[in-house]
């Protein structure tokens, strides 16, 4: 037996708040966590709608029944399973995305703010570093910073990022020392960032989400 691949074309389902016009003056990319859609997702961002601000909510390329009477569909990023040709085709599928997103803007003077949410955290971050886009302020929510993008050749760029670090202290997925393990490996590596603690579990909190958004 063989193991072999070929590449095939995809349509991916994506998900925004605002339009892309000449008026655009933020950008926000959130990537959604496990086993949930973007479709659903999209609606926490609705409070930084101004008119200016445009959310483009991208919705991971693999779906799968989350109860077992098939009522509920959930998608993934990745599973360990092909990790590498998914990074690969994530990375792709977002670029595509966003340079779409960016010729409809039909300028580059615009904000461009990336948030991570669960495990969209991971892969928010390998599509920061995978191009050369300007980003400016990157938010982990409920997630962690993957160990392969903490490397030298990536420092300059992390210098470049205003990075928010977002957790719930009633979080039953990120306990409190999964959290205090997060920032220590991230602050071996030198990388300053803020932390933010909220009252709540693992969800986007509107209200919070607002509050850090103020912080730019």
């Known amino acids: 037996m063989q193991s072999r691949h070929i590449n095939v074309t995809k349509r991916a389902r994506y998900f925004q708040i605002g339009e892309a016009n000449s008026s655009t003056k933020k950008v926000w990319m959130v990537f959604h966590g496990y086993a949930m859609l973007s479709e659903f997702f999209i609606k926490k961002f609705e409070i930084l709608n101004d008119g200016e601000t445009?959310?483009?909510?991208?919705?991971?390329?693999?779906?799968?029944?989350?109860?077992?009477?098939?009522?509920?569909?959930?998608?993934?990023?990745?599973?360990?399973?092909?990790?590498?040709?998914?990074?690969?085709?994530?990375?792709?599928?977002?670029?595509?995305?966003?340079?779409?997103?960016?010729?409809?803007?039909?300028?580059?003077?615009?904000?461009?703010?990336?948030?991570?949410?669960?495990?969209?955290?991971?892969?928010?971050?390998?599509?920061?570093?995978?191009?050369?886009?300007?980003?400016?302020?990157?938010?982990?929510?409920?997630?962690?910073?993957?160990?392969?993008?903490?490397?030298?050749?990536?420092r300059s760029k992390w210098n470049s990022l205003n990075i928010f670090l977002v957790f719930g202290i009633k979080d039953p997925l990120i306990t409190t020392d999964l959290s205090l393990k997060f920032q220590k490996r991230i602050s071996e590596y030198k990388l300053n960032f803020d932390l933010v603690e909220y009252d709540g579990g693992h969800r986007i909190f509107p209200k919070v989400l607002k509050e850090v958004s103020e912080k730019f």
Request: proline share 2%.
């Open 54 to 154: 445009l959310i483009i909510a991208p919705e991971a390329l693999n779906r799968f029944y989350i109860t077992e009477n098939f009522s509920r569909v959930g998608a993934s990023w990745m599973t360990k399973l092909e990790r590498e040709n998914d990074i690969i085709e994530n990375n792709q599928y977002i670029e595509s995305l966003f340079k779409k997103v960016a010729k409809d803007i039909g300028h580059s003077n615009f904000q461009l703010n990336v948030l991570g949410f669960s495990q969209g955290s991971a892969t928010a971050c390998r599509w920061i570093f995978s191009g050369n886009n300007k980003v400016n302020n990157f938010i982990v929510w409920a997630g962690d910073i993957p160990k392969d993008s903490l490397t030298e050749k990536n």
